[in-house]
């Protein structure tokens, strides 16, 4: 039982950021129609503005190591704690939280200019050619952040306060032996708030409500004398922040490094298309859903029966799924059927 309680949690974890992937996927193609293969490396850039606020929160500044009397030695020190003490190491300690002030305005200005400089004139191609120069452009991300940055993944640690475990069997009366990383239970929980903030904005505000009636009918909506094409440039800079969300709180838990936003990529077009093209809640489940079976699939009880399953289970649902209902989980009759 406590095995299946943390399978179950880890499962929600990665499904958490398979969803929160695919719901900026989803919410592009409903809008735009549009196949973007560059979506992983907003995932990546998103993961990338956490590393930059360490770095730039822990410059440090050299000074007299005053523990060592018999001969001069130097250490480096931050300068935030030079200037600061205390609540300059604590600033540090808490950059991933403070990483999302940078990256939401950071990933909805390179949304908007990608969609303006570059998407926009690809509106009308076809599916493969918008696959063709996403792709490109996300090898081009990939390649400016592994000449910035490194080849080699990049730590950034949680705040220490939450660097531990939380006692999940304790909560659920399974007993002490079910503990769960709170970094992980806080990632979960904020894939929440996001997926619920994105669902809420398009049912809600008068924004959303446009933007839903423009994905349904958009020659409508235009004759009403709406720009809605300016207001799907502004969804396509939200799938931009949701994507790098997503990445700055996923630090923690996997070093950034420069291809993990193509490791992602794969994976959550797998979700997409099985939670249906265009459906937002679709991919939302699809997200949870498979997230949820590869964590069991990992469990060494099932690969001693069926070897390698682990690595091949979401792509094995995919084909079912699609074989019974081409239009994936929750897609609109007539999307991937003809």
Same mark, same amino acid.
């Given at each position: 039982?406590?095995?299946?309680?943390?399978?179950?949690?880890?499962?929600?974890?990665?499904?958490?950021?398979? &969803?929160?992937?695919?719901?900026?996927?989803?919410?592009?193609?409903?809008?735009?129609?549009?196949?973007?293969?560059?979506?992983?490396?907003?995932?990546?850039?998103?993961?990338?503005?956490?590393?930059? #606020?360490?770095?730039?929160? !822990?410059?440090?500044?050299?000074? /007299?190591?005053?523990?060592?009397?018999?001969?001069?030695?130097? /250490?480096?020190?931050?300068?935030?704690?030079?200037?600061?003490?205390?609540?300059?190491?604590?600033?540090?300690?808490?950059?991933?939280?403070?990483?999302?002030?940078?990256?939401?305005?950071?990933?909805?200005?390179?949304?908007? &200019?990608?969609?303006?400089?570059?998407?926009? %004139?690809?509106? /009308?191609?076809?599916? &493969?050619?918008?696959?063709?120069?996403?792709?490109?452009?996300?090898?081009?991300?990939?390649?400016?952040? /592994?000449?910035?940055?490194?080849?080699?993944?990049?730590?950034?640690?949680?705040?220490?306060?939450?660097?531990?475990?939380?006692?999940?069997?304790?909560?659920?009366?399974?007993?002490?032996?079910? #503990?769960?990383?709170?970094?992980?239970?806080?990632?979960?929980?904020?894939?929440?708030?996001?997926?619920?903030?994105?669902?809420?904005?398009?049912?809600?505000?008068?924004?959303?409500?446009?933007? %839903?009636?423009?994905?349904?009918?958009?020659? !409508?909506?235009?004759?009403?004398?709406?720009?809605?094409?300016?207001?799907?440039?502004? #969804?396509?800079?939200?799938?931009?922040?949701?994507?790098?969300?997503?990445?700055?709180?996923?630090?923690?838990?996997?070093?950034?490094?420069?291809?993990?936003?193509?490791?992602?990529?794969?994976?959550?077009?797998?979700?997409?298309?099985?939670?249906?093209?265009?459906?937002?809640?679709?991919?939302?489940?699809?997200?949870?859903?498979?997230?949820?079976?590869?964590?069991?699939?990992?469990?060494?009880?099932?690969?001693?029966?069926?070897?390698?399953?682990?690595?091949?289970?979401?792509?094995?649902?995919?084909?079912?799924?699609?074989?019974?209902?081409?239009?994936?989980?929750?897609?609109?009759?007539?999307?991937?059927?003809?």
């Amino acid at each position: 039982m406590d095995t299946l309680a943390l399978q179950l949690l880890n499962g929600l974890d990665k499904g958490g950021a398979y &969803a929160l992937i695919a719901l900026g996927l989803t919410l592009i193609f409903g809008t735009l129609g549009v196949v973007n293969f560059a979506h992983g490396a907003l995932f990546m850039l998103g993961a990338f503005c956490a590393v930059s #606020v360490q770095k730039l929160l !822990t410059i440090s500044v050299k000074v /007299k190591d005053e523990s060592i009397t018999f001969f001069e030695a130097y /250490k480096e020190v931050p300068y935030l704690e030079t200037w600061f003490g205390e609540t300059g190491t604590v600033i540090i300690d808490y950059s991933v939280p403070i990483s999302i002030l940078l990256a939401i305005p950071v990933m909805l200005v390179i949304g908007l &200019a990608m969609e303006r400089g570059l998407i926009q %004139r690809f509106y /009308k191609r076809t599916h &493969a050619e918008q696959i063709l120069v996403t792709f490109g452009l996300a090898i081009v991300i990939q390649e400016l952040v /592994k000449a910035n940055f490194g080849a080699n993944p990049i730590p950034t640690p949680a705040p220490e306060i939450v660097a531990g475990s939380a006692s999940i069997g304790d909560w659920l009366g399974l007993g002490s032996a079910v #503990v769960y990383p709170w970094w992980r239970l806080i990632y979960l929980a904020f894939a929440a708030v996001v997926i619920l903030g994105v669902f809420s904005f398009l049912q809600f505000t008068t924004f959303g409500m446009v933007v %839903r009636a423009g994905m349904q009918d958009r020659e !409508t909506v235009g004759l009403l004398g709406i720009d809605i094409q300016r207001r799907f440039s502004v #969804v396509f800079g939200l799938a931009a922040v949701v994507a790098g969300l997503a990445g700055v709180m996923y630090t923690p838990i996997l070093p950034p490094d420069y291809h993990m936003g193509m490791d992602f990529l794969v994976l959550s077009f797998v979700v997409v298309v099985v939670g249906g093209m265009g459906s937002l809640g679709g991919a939302v489940a699809a997200g949870f859903l498979l997230g949820i079976l590869q964590s069991f699939a990992s469990m060494n009880e099932v690969k001693s029966i069926l070897p390698g399953i682990d690595q091949i289970i979401i792509y094995l649902v995919a084909v079912v799924i699609l074989l019974v209902r081409p239009r994936g989980l929750l897609g609109r009759k007539g999307v991937m059927e003809n």
